[in-house]
Each structure stands twice: as structure tokens, then as C-alpha cells.
């Protein structure tokens, strides 16, 4: 089964907003509440910005917002920071792999 | 607060078995609120599950690895293992140990993540 599909780059201007999308299919992302989001440094290990599609961890700044629609999950990143330029991975629970990750998002902030 | 701590030979063998382990600290291994995961990162690639032990043993692998990993857990020195057998060059990654909590009884996320170590399959 193949990774989940998120675009390879996206970038924004500090202040903007700019979302990423992650695709999957009904044995995934469609079916359970259990999409997750990471923000990786390179160098540093990822953290957990977001799980079960929408929830925040308490340590998480309120700029990060999940939300899905249908097979598709999608992060958005509100008034963008010069740290928030990072690799973003959504995983997702699935039906035949438990747990499957993105190929990452490239965000570069202009 | 919970860290988590790669350890592990650097470089492995073609064929070989590669062994990693993760230290836990500041949290017990033997607590029923998590699964105690493995992520590996080939250079330039995403992130790959690898798979996820609980404190009673009970394991979770992803298929494509399955037929090679092993994972276990030794609760009295709080620490987890992977070991992958009959490596090749497409293992060589960064391995990373990460706690991971469930909902139900399907995992979520990976809310604790160890710094990761990186592991070359190379003769």
C-alpha cells in the first residue's frame, strides 16, 4: 500500500496562511479520526503538532489547525513564522498497515 | 518528562541483523496508556513506520518489514529493541524510538520522539 499523498512543497510569505493537503483512501484517512501531523527540523526529531485530525497538543501554538474531508486530511498554518519553515508529515491509522505516514511537505517560508 | 534515546552500531553488514535499542526515561515502559514505537528515515525520503510493542509483549508490524523485525522489550532496564535481519543498502537510514499513544484499541500518534541514530548498511 502507498504512502499517503501530500504535496512536495508548498511556501508563504511570513503573515499568510498556506494549507497541505494529505490523501489517502477509504481504508484510511476516510474512514478514521486518527490523522496525525508532524513538523520535522532537519537534524532534530519530529513533533507532534496535531492528532486525531483536529486536536491540539496543549504545547502546540493555536496557528496550527487540522480538519478533513472525505479520503483527505489537511493542515493549516496561520500567520506564518520564519520556524515554522520545516518538513510537515501527516500519518494516518489504516486498515492494512495500522499506521501509514505521507511522503512530507516541504514548507518554505519567502 | 519523558525522553526517549537511540543506541545502536552505526554501520552494519549486508545480510547482517541490525540491532537498535531505545532507552526510556522519565516514564515506564510498563505503563497501559502507550505503545513503544519504531519510524526509520532513509536519506532524502519521508518518515516509515516500522512497527510498536506493548508493555505485555502484544506487537504491531508493518507488512512490508514484518517477514524481518523484531520487536521486544525489557520493562526492568526500560528498554525497547528493534532488531531488523538480512539488511541491504535500502535500510540505511536515521531510526527513530517514539512514544505512541492509542485510541481504543488503534493507535494514534507519536507524541515523544528520541533524537534518532543513524544506521549504514555498508561492507
Known amino acids: 500500500q502507498s504512502a499517503l499523498t501530500q504535496p512536495a512543497s508548498v511556501s508563504g510569505s511570513p503573515g499568510q496562511s498556506i494549507t497541505i493537503s494529505c490523501t489517502g483512501t477509504s481504508n484510511d484517512v476516510g474512514t478514521y479520526n486518527l490523522v496525525s501531523w508532524y513538523q520535522h527540523h532537519p537534524g532534530k526529531a519530529p513533533t507532534l503538532i496535531i492528532y486525531e485530525g483536529s486536536k491540539r497538543p496543549s504545547e502546540v501554538s493555536n496557528r496550527f489547525s487540522g480538519s478533513k474531508s472525505g479520503n483527505t486530511a489537511s493542515l493549516t498554518i496561520s500567520g506564518l513564522q520564519a520556524e515554522d519553515e520545516a518538513t510537515y508529515y501527516c500519518c494516518s491509522y489504516a486498515h492494512t498497515t495500522i499506521l501509514m505516514f505521507g511522503g512530507g511537505t516541504k514548507l518554505t517560508v519567502l | 518528562q519523558v525522553h526517549l534515546l537511540e543506541s545502536g552500531p552505526g554501520l552494519v553488514k549486508p545480510s547482517e541483523t541490525m540491532s537498535l535499542t531505545c532507552t526510556v526515561s522519565g516514564g515506564s515502559l510498563s505503563s497501559s496508556s502507550y505503545y513503544w514505537g519504531w519510524i526509520r528515515q532513509p536519506p532524502g525520503k519521508g518518515l516509515e513506520w516500522i512497527g510498536a510493542?506493548?508493555?505485555?509483549?502484544?506487537?504491531y508490524y508493518t507488512p512490508s518489514l514484518k517477514s524481518r523485525v523484531t520487536i521486544s522489550l525489557d520493562t526492568s532496564k526500560n528498554q525497547f529493541s528493534l532488531k531488523l535481519s538480512s539488511v541491504t543498502a535500502a535500510d540505511t537510514a536515521v531510526y527513530y524510538c517514539?512514544?505512541?499513544?492509542?485510541?481504543?484499541?488503534?493507535?494514534?500518534?507519536?507524541?515523544?520522539w528520541g533524537q534518532g541514530t543513524m544506521v549504514t548498511v555498508s561492507s
Open positions: 510493542i506493548y508493555y505485555s509483549g502484544y506487537t
Open positions: 517514539a512514544r505512541l499513544f492509542f485510541s481504543g484499541w488503534l493507535l494514534d500518534a507519536f507524541d515523544v
